[in-house]
Nanobody, 124 residues
Framework: VQLVESGGGLVQAGGSLRLSCVASGLSFRRNTMGWFRQAPGKEREFVARVGWSGVIRSYADSVKGRFTISRENAKSTAYLQMNSLKPEDTAVYYC??????????????????WGQGTQVTVSS
């Protein structure tokens, strides 16, 4: 299984970025896909997740109204559109796959597969 993130970079506060996560080696449409982030000196935290159909989504309170998670099953790809970025959004962003059909898919331990991460830096 391989998850490869892309789309990170340096952006000014108020700007936007779109992250992509391409999956291979798994049945993509059977997995809930999630995005997590880890800032320096902090624990990895939940950002957003999307169910297999793309209908059920949930977000961390800190990103609600600014970030949108989506997926294209035909391309085995998940996305995270990030708008109105703030310096506190600076972190390494990871995508992850949860093959379970139970649970909230908002906890790290629920995910079996992880990408290597992509750096997002928001300057003030």
């Amino acid at each position: 299984v391989q998850l490869v993130e892309s789309g990170g970079g340096l952006v000014q506060a108020g700007g936007s970025l779109r992250l992509s996560c391409v999956a291979s080696g798994l049945s993509f449409r059977r997995n809930t896909m999630g995005w997590f982030r880890q800032a320096p000196g902090k624990e990895r935290e939940f950002v957003a997740r999307v169910g297999w159909s793309g209908v059920i989504r949930s977000y961390a309170d800190s990103v609600k109204g600014r970030f949108t998670i989506s997926r294209e099953n035909a391309k085995s790809t998940a996305y995270l559109q990030m708008n109105s970025l703030k310096p506190e959004d600076t972190a390494v962003y990871y995508c992850a796959a949860d093959p379970s059909t139970t649970g909230s898919s908002e906890r790290l331990g629920e995910y079996d597969y992880w990408g290597q991460g992509t750096q997002v830096t928001v300057s003030s």
